[in-house]
């Protein structure tokens, strides 16, 4: 969960998030599943409104999402995700690939292009120390 609260004092440090995320709520789970680098997996749900997320919580199983009722949904294999957040796969192509299955209408966001950039930026000013890499340490 640190790793989630950087990355929510990333986006809300940048005044460039209330200007990509005006005028959008919603609510978003994400499943990083197990695979051969990661044995457990983990479960995110996060509430954001004009571009402030307002809450951010890990679930404790993959039921919740399905309690919480989220707007949208993103689950995905570990691995896809390190190479998600490392910037080597483009959320679009992973999804046309199958890798990550998204659940949602993806209309307000597809609205919201300026989005894409500053999300790659933020993600990219957050520290991160992979599971399967910490572990080989």
């Given at each position: 969960?640190?790793?989630?609260?950087?990355?929510?004092a990333?986006?809300?440090?940048?005044?460039?998030?209330l200007?990509?995320?005006k005028?959008?709520?919603?609510?978003?789970a994400?499943?990083?599943l197990a695979?051969?680098?990661?044995?457990?997996?983990?479960?995110?749900?996060?509430?954001i409104?004009?571009?402030?997320?307002?809450?951010?919580?890990?679930?404790e199983?993959?039921d919740?999402i399905?309690?919480?009722?989220p707007d949208?949904?993103a689950?995905?294999a570990?691995?896809?995700?390190?190479?998600?957040?490392?910037?080597?796969?483009?959320?679009?192509?992973a999804?046309?690939?199958?890798?990550?299955?998204?659940?949602?209408?993806?209309?307000?966001i597809a609205?919201?292009a300026q989005?894409?950039?500053?999300?790659?930026?933020t993600?990219?000013?957050?520290?991160?120390?992979?599971a399967?890499e910490?572990?080989?340490?």
């Amino acid at each position: 969960m640190a790793w989630c609260q950087a990355l929510v004092a990333a986006i809300h440090a940048n005044p460039e998030s209330l200007v990509a995320g005006k005028g959008w709520r919603g609510t978003l789970a994400v499943a990083v599943l197990a695979d051969e680098a990661l044995d457990t997996p983990f479960f995110v749900f996060s509430r954001i409104e004009d571009g402030h997320v307002l809450d951010v919580r890990a679930l404790e199983d993959e039921d919740e999402i399905d309690e919480l009722e989220p707007d949208y949904v993103a689950k995905g294999a570990f691995l896809t995700w390190k190479r998600f957040i490392r910037g080597e796969f483009d959320p679009i192509e992973a999804l046309l690939q199958r890798k990550i299955h998204f659940e949602g209408d993806l209309q307000p966001i597809a609205e919201r292009a300026q989005f894409k950039r500053l999300f790659w930026e933020t993600l990219a000013k957050v520290p991160t120390a992979f599971a399967d890499e910490e572990s080989a340490s």
